[in-house]
């Protein structure tokens, strides 16, 4: 298989991922004035599907080359690194957002326990939720992407083995087949102490992540990641459209169901990625990636701009907006805040992260500055972060 190491990063992908970032981080802060204009209010799927599908591409780029040309030990070595990093974060982000969510119990009466965020079992069944906690089965609502990625970087290393030795098709259909399988069986990932299962479902989830490692993969072939054919792009962008309507007009229901298919296939639910789901995020991905108009202006845009910089400090850029999404939910709640109240708030916030990725740049720099350079084998992505 011919991969070869890209010799620079791709800072398109990082604008993308800080724009995912940050439409995340005001959807998490529900009944926000800006939340009914961030893009999932006008399809089906929203950023997080974005930001899985880039994830994957990353992957591509930052595990793959030394992968496919056999030095194994290495990039599985890197990956159980970055899961243990996220493991980490994910039980740092937690008792974080538990903590501002309390203090806004204690202070205001916030009604934490009254709206579906899972924290009344933790209050509950606290010595099973004490067990949970460091599993990853007891997450709180806001606090339950970062599992998802955990468990796409353990199965990665499944989908190189058979991209490295069978190829990228039978890739993609192992991604599928285990997608499938866990729409006909219901299979999801145990939600411990409480019941069912886990918001996002990395049985089905993972097909997202595979199709992104997919287009990275041809990528580093030096191959058009998905060949541009005219009538499919203005298909994709039909398809577009009709759902934006569909979504809009809440025509839910209104189309009958195919009775020969599980209803998880169809089922517009965050877990399952229906197909519909699926689509939408398949054809925003063709359309935007095909857009000469899009893509060029991503392409003038800065590497060392604000969107870049975000974007290529995504896990801590990601950590910090989860925290202060739960500050923005217990102030909106304490301080009944206003229009004028709720942008600055926001605002402050997407400050507060920009910083964050200026300062980790800053520090980066002045870190490389000390060692001697050293020839680009490997891309820097930051393969899952948010």
């Given at each position: 298989?011919?991969?070869?190491p890209?010799?620079?990063r791709d800072h398109r992908?990082?604008?993308?991922?800080?724009?995912?970032?940050?439409?995340?981080?005001?959807?998490?802060?529900p009944?926000n004035?800006?939340?009914?204009?961030?893009?999932k209010?006008f399809?089906?799927?929203?950023?997080?599907?974005?930001?899985?599908?880039?994830?994957?591409v990353?992957?591509?780029?930052?595990y793959?080359?030394?992968?496919?040309?056999?030095?194994?030990a290495l990039?599985?070595?890197?990956?159980?690194?970055?899961?243990v990093?996220?493991?980490?974060?994910?039980?740092?982000?937690?008792?974080?957002?538990?903590?501002?969510?309390?203090?806004?119990l204690?202070?205001?009466?916030?009604?934490?326990?009254?709206?579906?965020?899972n924290?009344?079992?933790i209050?509950?069944?606290?010595t099973k939720?004490?067990?949970?906690?460091?599993?990853?089965?007891?997450?709180?609502?806001?606090?339950?992407i970062?599992?998802l990625y955990?468990?796409?970087?353990?199965?990665?290393?499944?989908?190189?083995?058979?991209?490295?030795?069978?190829?990228?098709?039978?890739?993609?259909?192992?991604?599928?087949?285990?997608?499938?399988a866990?729409?006909?069986?219901?299979?999801?990932?145990?939600?411990?102490?409480g019941?069912?299962?886990w918001?996002?479902?990395p049985?089905?989830w993972?097909?997202?992540?595979?199709?992104g490692?997919?287009i990275?993969?041809r990528v580093?072939?030096?191959?058009?990641?998905?060949?541009?054919?005219?009538?499919?792009?203005?298909?994709?962008l039909?398809?577009?459209?009709?759902?934006?309507?569909?979504?809009?007009y809440?025509?839910?229901?209104?189309?009958?169901?195919?009775?020969?298919?599980p209803?998880?296939?169809?089922v517009?639910?965050k877990?399952?990625?229906?197909?519909?789901?699926l689509?939408?995020?398949?054809?925003?991905?063709?359309v935007?990636?095909h857009?000469?108009?899009?893509m060029?202006?991503l392409?003038?845009?800065?590497p060392d701009?604000?969107?870049?910089?975000?974007?290529r400090n995504?896990?801590?850029?990601?950590?910090?907006?989860?925290?202060?999404?739960?500050?923005?939910?217990?102030?909106?709640f304490?301080?009944?805040?206003?229009?004028a109240?709720?942008?600055?708030?926001?605002?402050?916030?997407?400050?507060?992260?920009?910083?964050l990725?200026?300062?980790?740049?800053?520090?980066?720099?002045?870190?490389?500055?000390?060692?001697?350079?050293?020839?680009v084998?490997?891309?820097a992505?930051?393969?899952?972060?948010?």
């Open positions: 298989m011919n991969i070869k890209l010799g620079k992908i990082d604008i993308l991922r800080a724009l995912a970032l940050l439409s995340i981080f005001i959807n998490h802060i009944g004035v800006l939340e009914p204009f961030t893009h209010n399809g089906l799927s929203d950023s997080a599907e974005a930001f899985v599908l880039l994830a994957g990353a992957s591509a780029f930052a793959f080359p030394r992968f496919a040309a056999g030095a194994i990039p599985l070595a890197k990956i159980a690194k970055r899961v990093v996220l493991y980490v974060a994910q039980l740092a982000s937690l008792m974080v957002g538990l903590g501002i969510f309390c203090f806004g204690q202070q205001w009466g916030m009604p934490i326990l009254d709206t579906p965020l924290i009344d079992t209050f509950a069944q606290p939720a004490l067990i949970g906690i460091p599993l990853m089965t007891q997450q709180i609502g806001y606090h339950n970062l599992p955990v468990c796409l970087l353990i199965f990665l290393p499944v989908l190189m083995v058979v991209a490295r030795f069978f190829g990228l098709g039978a890739m993609l259909f192992t991604s599928f087949a285990v997608y499938a866990a729409h006909v069986f219901g299979l999801n990932m145990p939600a411990y102490p019941r069912g299962g918001f996002f479902n049985i089905t993972q097909l997202i992540f595979g199709i490692f997919f990275g993969v580093l072939r030096g191959q058009t990641p998905v060949p541009y054919y005219r009538p499919l792009w203005w298909l994709a039909a398809y577009l459209i009709a759902t934006c309507i569909y979504h809009r809440n025509l839910y229901g209104t189309i009958p169901s195919v009775s020969w298919l209803r998880n296939f169809l517009n639910e877990p399952w990625v229906a197909l519909p789901r689509l939408h995020i398949l054809s925003l991905a063709y935007i990636g857009s000469r108009l899009i060029g202006w392409g003038r845009l800065s701009g604000v969107l870049s910089r975000i974007g995504s896990l801590p850029v990601f950590w910090l907006g989860t925290a202060l999404s739960v500050v923005g939910q217990v102030a909106m304490a301080a009944e805040l206003g229009t109240g709720q942008i600055v708030f926001i605002a402050l916030g997407i400050l507060a992260q920009a910083g990725a200026y300062f980790l740049d800053y520090l980066g720099k002045a870190s490389k500055a000390k060692v001697a350079p050293k020839p084998t490997e891309p992505q930051d393969p899952i972060a948010a």
